[in-house]
């Protein structure tokens, strides 16, 4: 559970224990905030294992108060990225190179610089290129630099942060390009979302990290590409309502 919960989630440990389960406590240093579920099945004479990614916890209460997103995929590529993490948590495997997915704290804050920079150095008058996050928070310097360097190459960059932001937008010359929002309603926004436009496409990445030190450099984190189609439609009307919403 969140933080503040230690002595609960001691608690909870141990039933979970009592009861068969085998609980990890996770990395020594590190707190483990990936949304992540793996089960794995045998159809026939294989096995097949079916992956699910969130940006929100597994929790009851807040399923019904935040608005988040999820993956569920039986994609081997990412299948096997989430395995090769648990069994990093597990301590039965050292830290990999991932396929698909951005993990923190080895490669999560250069995969989304790395993002960024694809889209200056994509951008042209003709097919111009877009960065948009949505998150709950922004402070990190790196990320922040990064975004001001997408601006002064001309690539607008919609910031959709439900709390804290570090960075000022429409500074002259730095971050003209740059808009911060924030969502108030209903519900609690929740989700991270990352879209990068580049040559008239976009990639889609959803996951469990803000754009903070603590999260990118403290914490086991993973970010995941969204490639269906129908999906990817979904993600678009979600960012396309939210930032032309006035009201």
Not at 59 to 71: C, H, K, W
Not at 236 to 241: G, K, R, S, T, Y
Request: proline share 4%.
């Amino acid at each position: 559970q969140a933080r503040f919960d230690e002595e609960r989630n001691i608690q909870w440990a141990r039933a979970l224990e009592r009861a068969g389960a085998h609980v990890v406590y996770g990395l020594s240093g590190l707190k483990t905030h990936a949304k992540l579920c793996m089960v794995v099945r045998r159809e026939g004479d294989r096995v097949r294992r079916y992956v699910h990614i969130g940006t929100g916890n597994y929790n009851p209460s807040t399923a019904r108060l935040y608005t988040d997103l999820g993956i569920f995929t039986c994609r081997e590529d990412m299948a096997e990225d989430v395995a090769d993490l648990f069994n990093h948590l597990t301590g039965f495997a050292r830290p990999p190179e991932y396929r698909r997915t951005l993990v923190a704290p080895a490669h999560l804050r250069n995969g989304i610089i790395r993002e960024i920079d694809r889209a200056i150095d994509g951008h042209t008058a003709d097919s111009p290129s877009r960065v948009v996050m949505k998150l709950n928070s922004i402070i990190d310097g790196p990320i922040i630099g990064a975004i001001y360097r997408a601006s002064q190459a001309g690539v607008p960059v919609d910031l959709i942060i439900r709390g804290i932001t570090g960075l000022r937008p429409g500074i002259p010359g730095v971050s003209d390009n740059v808009r911060v929002i924030s969502i108030v309603g209903r519900f609690l926004e929740h989700a991270r979302i990352f879209a990068f436009t580049v040559g008239g496409e976009t990639r889609y990445w959803i996951g469990s990290a803000d754009m903070m030190a603590r999260n990118l450099d403290n914490r086991v984190e993973l970010v995941a590409p969204v490639d269906d189609p129908l999906a990817c439609e979904e993600i678009q009307a979600l960012i396309d309502v939210q930032l032309a919403d006035t009201a």
